[in-house]
Nanobody, 111 residues
Framework: QVQLAESGGGLVQPGGSLRLSCAAS????????MAWYRQAPGKEREFVAL???????RYAETVKGRFTISRDNAKNTVYLEMSSLKLEDTAVYYC?????WGPGTQVTVSS
C-alpha cells in the first residue's frame, strides 16, 4: 500500500500562488488516477483535480483555469499548482492515489 504525504500548504494572500506536492512512499506508475480533493471548514470534501497515468486531466469548475495538476512518475510525486487564489480556496487539501489518502495540508487564503 502506497503512503502519500502532502506538503507546500500555508498562508497566502488573495491572488497569490502556491504549489502543493504529494510524495508517495512507492511507485505511482501503476496507479491510474492521482487526484486532489479539499475540505473547507464546515463543508463536505470535494473533488479538485485528477490526472491519469497518461496525463489526461480533469478539474472542478471552481478551479479550472487557475489550478494545474501534474505528475512525475519517476519521482513518485504529484503536484498541484494553484494561482489566483481566492478566499474560498481555503481548505485542507488531500492527495489521493487509488484508495490511498494523504493526511492533508492546510491552505489558507487571507488578507
Amino acid at each position: 500500500q502506497v503512503q502519500l504525504a502532502e506538503s507546500g500548504g500555508g498562508l497566502v494572500q488573495p491572488g497569490g500562488s502556491l504549489r502543493l506536492s504529494c510524495a508517495a512512499s512507492g511507485s505511482i506508475f501503476s496507479i491510474n488516477n492521482m487526484a486532489w480533493y479539499r475540505q473547507a471548514p464546515g463543508k463536505e470534501r470535494e473533488f479538485v483535480a485528477l490526472i491519469s497515468r497518461g496525463g489526461a486531466t480533469r478539474y472542478a469548475e471552481t478551479v479550472k483555469g487557475r489550478f494545474t495538476i501534474s505528475r512525475d512518475n519517476a519521482k513518485n510525486t504529484v503536484y498541484l499548482e494553484m494561482s489566483s487564489l481566492k478566499l474560498e480556496d481555503t481548505a485542507v487539501y488531500y492527495c489521493v492515489g487509488g484508495v490511498n489518502w494523504g493526511p492533508g495540508t492546510q491552505v489558507t487564503v487571507s488578507s
